[in-house]
């Protein structure tokens, strides 16, 4: 049986970033469904099934979130706190994934109920690390039970 | 025998063995005795029972009173009794019973003289102590009589003084009696003295209430400029019943303002100040003036209450910066001649007002000038904190901004090099070299800027931080801190200090990098890191064997973005950052260097007290 590949939404308004992301996963090889949302409304937008999202099958609810802070229209502060009301996300794992190393943006990441915390390497083609890392950690089913950390987990630049 | 003989020690007991004469003369009896007995009784009638009784030399005892000597003579003659009988006497002139009952009735003979003869010696003997004793009573007795005859001529003369002094006593108690008389004229006196001083007790007690009223009334911070409104009451009462009713008043325009008043209560506030008002004259003439009577002069006009008329006014100008500005009034229903003393006070109550109501406008105005300054002040401020904030959000967001097209920079010339690098020429690779090093130099200086800007905003919990194990630690992390590349040698007593552990990585590492970094080419860096305490803080030297820092320069090595050479990397954050964190943790950093000579930079900090955990 073909199992399907899991599906990753990327809410990031740099262009190039979501660029090398999507780069990063191919060159590693690893299959994902890759979905990019510019702004946190329509990352809102996406998850709630709203137009032009409203389709399934093309725009299929992710596996894993991968949300940047510092986002046009909604910051990724309000898209936490819009998902945190919403129960039928409350086993998303949502990664930030920001360049801000401030510890009051990971403590109001954490208290909003982001999953993890991820610090935004300095060069793009770095990105590869990264996905290494959300494979092992989010994109392995299944999931063993009690795999999941309990604590917010950051990768550091190398 | 003598009396001196009877009084002698010896007399009352048996000599003593040191009394050699007495001694003597009682071996001599002993001898005399014993050998005239012995010769008479053993030798010569050896065979006969002389009726000379061995008792009568007994009897020298009562001459020579010694009672060793007594019984050593009965033992010796009942001995030679004894041998005589038993020993000597041929067994065929008397039978043995005869014998045995000789020497046992001489025995007793003697035991009998013997005992009456103790006993004589020792009646003597008690007769003697008590003779004795009588008479040194008798010598005692003699000598108090002549001891009470010479207390009696004594206290003859005591007597005598006595009369005298009595005498004396008597004169001085005249003098007493006369003394006392002018005590009581003294008393007297002293007691009009004290009516007196009660009297201005009173006025001085009526002067203070005054001022406490205007006193109080300066606390009170809500009243306005003018006069308490019953200032008047103690006024009055200054005048302790010669005032009738008392005003203070204030000139506005051409009427009265009364600011205080007793027993003016119909008085119209606000009445017209006419030229014939006594107020207006006083207040014209600018001096204290008084009518005895009112009735003498119909022209002059004084405030009035109703039902009460007044005969007598004095009235005293109120000064405000030396003008004239109103009239202390005291009004009294019969003819007055008011005393110098009273002017005196009315012109006192008027000093007093001007003086509180100076000090009253005075704080108004300051009062007025503190609100102005503390609302600018506090405008300022906020609006000094309002723009910090937004600076430093400004400086945060725009170096924070400056990360994405820089990682995009390093990403696409990463790629660039990956996928298209073989097409490049040479040139186009050093192009792409250098592309790649700026943006690495870029990444550095955002990562600096961005720590100095944590470093300023974020706060810095101090707790006691074991510094050895800090760097040692610091140094197991950094290959470019170890050998071969370095050598780094740490004190073994470097004193633990009172640090943010976050705060003194960042420190150090910046002072480590720039010691191994600042070095000739091909010189292997070796930094020496030591440390001393004194009193409440540790001073810590960071040491290296690199190139040095002119004097000249050291000044400027910690300002942001200043760098001395362009031969070595740097951003010209890294000692800014360590001046920063030293002193946000209540330190300070200092530079000892000189050209070619390397570096000691000196950190200062709080010593921590007791061990680190």
């Not at chain 2, 506090?378 to 959000?393: G, K, S, W, Y």
């Not at chain 2, 960042?506 to 000739?520: D, E, H, I, T, W």
């Not at chain 2, 020496?528 to 290296?544: K, L, M, P, S, Y």
Request: one cysteine or more.
């Amino acid at each position: 049986m073909m199992r399907t590949p899991p599906t990753v939404l990327y809410v990031e308004d740099e262009a190039d970033d979501v660029y090398f992301m999507r780069a990063a996963f191919e060159r590693e090889g690893i299959s994902v469904r890759f979905h990019s949302a510019p702004d946190g409304a329509q990352a809102i937008a996406y998850l709630a099934g709203d137009a032009p999202y409203d389709d399934r099958t093309r725009h299929p609810l992710p596996t894993m979130m991968l949300l940047d802070l510092n986002l046009p229209v909604h910051s990724g502060f309000e898209v936490l706190e819009w998902l945190r009301g919403r129960k039928e996300f409350r086993s998303l794992p949502v990664v930030v994934f920001s360049s801000s190393g401030r510890e009051e943006d990971r403590e109001r990441a954490r208290d909003l109920g982001a999953t993890d915390y991820v610090l935004k390497p300095s060069s793009g083609m770095q990105f590869s690390g990264v996905v290494r890392e959300l494979r092992d950690r989010w994109l392995r089913p299944p999931t063993p039970p009690g795999g999941q950390p309990e604590t917010l987990h950051t990768v550091s630049p190398t | 025998m003598t009396a001196h003989d009877l009084l002698a020690p010896n007399g009352l007991a048996n000599p003593s063995w040191s009394d050699r004469r007495s001694v003597l003369i009682s071996i001599a009896i002993f001898a005399a005795s014993v050998g005239a007995m012995a010769l008479v009784r053993l030798a010569i009638f050896p065979n006969t029972f002389i009726a000379l009784s061995y008792g009568l030399p007994l009897l020298f005892c009562l001459w020579h009173q010694d009672t060793r000597l007594l019984w050593a003579m009965v033992v010796a003659f009942t001995g030679m009794s004894l041998l005589k009988a038993l020993v000597i006497m041929d067994s065929g002139i008397a039978s043995a019973f005869e014998r045995n009952l000789h020497w046992i009735m001489q025995a007793v003979n003697l035991l009998v003289i013997g005992a009456t003869v103790h006993i004589v010696i020792a009646l003597t003997r008690g007769l003697r102590r008590r003779q004795l004793t009588i008479e040194q009573q008798n010598t005692t007795l003699v000598a108090r009589g002549e001891e009470i005859a010479q207390q009696n001529e004594e206290l003859t003369a005591q007597a005598e003084e006595l009369a005298q002094q009595n005498e004396e006593l008597q004169q001085q108690s005249e003098e007493m009696q006369h003394q006392t008389e002018e005590l009581h004229q003294q008393a007297e006196e002293l007691q009009r003295q004290t009516d007196d001083l009660q009297l201005a007790t009173a006025e001085s007690e009526r002067r203070e209430a005054l001022l406490q009223s205007l006193i109080l009334s300066l606390q009170d911070a809500e009243t306005d400029g003018t006069l308490p409104t019953d200032i008047c009451e103690p006024l009055m009462s200054l005048f302790a019943g010669k005032a009738s009713a008392a005003m203070v008043a204030e000139r506005d325009g051409q009427r009265y303002r009364v600011l205080s008043h007793v027993n003016l209560e119909e008085f119209v506030s606000d009445a017209p100040l006419t030229a014939q008002s006594f107020g207006a004259i006083v207040m014209r003439e600018g001096r204290t003036a008084f009518i005895e009577d009112l009735a003498t002069r119909p022209d002059i006009t004084v405030p009035r209450s109703g039902s009460r008329s007044f005969r007598s006014v004095l009235a005293t100008p109120l000064r405000l910066d030396g003008r004239v500005m109103g009239v202390v009034t005291v009004l009294s229903e019969v003819p007055q001649s008011w005393t110098r003393e009273e002017f005196k006070i009315i012109e006192w109550v008027s000093a007093q007002c001007t003086l509180v109501m100076q000090t009253r406008r005075l704080r108004e105005e300051l009062q007025r000038a503190n609100r102005t300054l503390g609302g600018e002040v506090q405008d300022r401020t906020q609006q000094l904190e309002e723009f910090v904030a937004e600076l430093e959000h400004f400086s945060y967001t725009i170096t924070h901004d400056l990360r994405a097209p820089l990682r995009a920079m390093q990403g696409f010339a990463a790629l660039l090099r990956e996928q298209h690098g073989a097409k490049l020429d040479t040139e186009g690779a050093s192009f792409l070299d250098r592309i790649e090093t700026a943006a690495a130099r870029m990444d550095r200086l955002i990562t600096d800027a961005l720590s100095y800007s944590r470093i300023v905003r974020s706060e810095l919990p101090l707790a006691p931080v074991d510094l050895r194990a800090l760097l040692e630690g610091m140094v197991a992390s950094y290959p470019s801190l170890q050998a071969p590349a370095a050598r780094i040698d740490i004190a073994d007593d470097l004193p633990a200090v009172l640090g943010n552990e976050a705060g003194l990585t960042q420190l150090f590492s910046n002072l480590l990098g720039n010691a191994v970094k600042f070095v000739p080419p091909g010189r292997i860096p070796h930094v020496r890191i030591f440390g001393e305490r004194q009193n409440g803080t540790v001073r810590v030297c960071v040491a290296d064997n690199g190139i040095g820092i002119d004097p000249a320069m050291h000044d400027r090595v910690f300002v942001m973005f200043q760098r001395l050479s362009k031969d070595y990397e740097g951003t010209g954050i890294g000692l800014a950052l360590v001046k920063k964190i030293a002193e946000r943790m209540g330190g300070s950093v200092t530079l000892q260097s000189e050209p070619g000579d390397g570096c000691r930079f000196w950190v200062q900090m709080r010593a921590a007290n007791g061990s680190v955990q």
